[in-house]
């Protein structure tokens, strides 16, 4: 990496410093949704668990961070981020269960297959994908990646999550609260259990997130559990919410 390469790209602590992300110091960065993602996910030891559109690797090297002897496939649509993932994984001491590839999640199912990332491979899938319509995109190419969706995004997502995961496999993602009936919609079929949970900004406020739990090939009915609330009436994090983002603690998802 070059001298103006290191100009553009920042060193980041997050959960509490548990974790240290190198990433762009312009376009999209490292927010509350990959740690609440990570937050909801309910891997365990020596399972398979697959992040799609992973970016810097931020809510897979979560997980890996605090679930010992996981493994992690990172799958992301840009080699610059996929680069820094990498590394982050190095810098972080996971890369001996941490790889990263470089694809886009339309791809076809042969090039998941080139990668390692077989049908039925996977215990888990994490994702967070783009939510953002595509008529009105960031003039960032990289914000316009992580952020803007095709009507079609995020069914696409979910059936490729549905062919990479076993049977009883689970999918975890974080979406627009104001869109999830969308999700909802993309999930049956595939995947049952649906388990939500809402984060609202603070008291009172309409939520801004779901958290969404379904596994495949289940059929038990939906669940709405109780949301996160993020700060309380004065701007300040609640107990709960600090807990999960700068202790690492799990989400009531990740219990299940």
């Known amino acids: 990496m070059t001298a103006a390469d290191e100009d553009d790209v920042s060193d980041d602590a997050v959960l509490g410093g548990r974790l240290i992300l190198r990433q762009p110091r312009k376009g999209h960065r490292v927010g509350h949704d990959a740690i609440l993602l990570a937050a909801a996910c309910s891997a365990r030891p020596r399972q398979r668990l697959i992040d799609l559109g992973a970016g810097v690797g931020a809510a897979g090297l979560a997980v890996a961070c605090r679930v010992d002897e996981l493994a992690v496939s990172l799958v992301e649509i840009d080699p610059a981020l996929v680069a820094l993932a990498r590394v982050n994984a190095e810098r972080n001491g996971l890369a001996a269960r941490v790889d990263a590839a470089c694809l886009d999640v339309a791809a076809p199912a042969a090039a998941f297959a080139a990668a390692g990332l077989l049908p039925g491979v996977a215990d888990h899938v994490l994702m967070n994908p783009p939510f953002n319509a595509a008529d009105n995109p960031s003039p960032d190419h990289a914000r316009r990646l992580a952020h803007a969706a095709r009507s079609d995004t995020l069914a696409q997502w979910v059936g490729v999550a549905a062919r990479l995961l076993r049977p009883a496999g689970v999918l975890t993602l974080i979406w627009r609260a ?10 049956p079929g595939e995947f049952g259990a649906p388990a939500i949970l809402p984060v609202h900004p603070k008291p009172n406020a309409a939520a801004i997130r779901v958290l969404v739990r379904a596994v ?26 600090g807990a999960v983002l700068r202790e690492g603690a799990t989400l009531p998802l990740a219990g299940e």
């Open 178 to 187: 104001d869109g999830l009936e969308k999700v909802l919609a993309a999930l």
């Open 216 to 241: 495949k090939e289940s059929g038990a009915p939906l669940a709405l559990l109780p949301g996160l609330l993020l700060a309380d009436e004065g701007g300040r994090p609640t107990q709960e919410a």
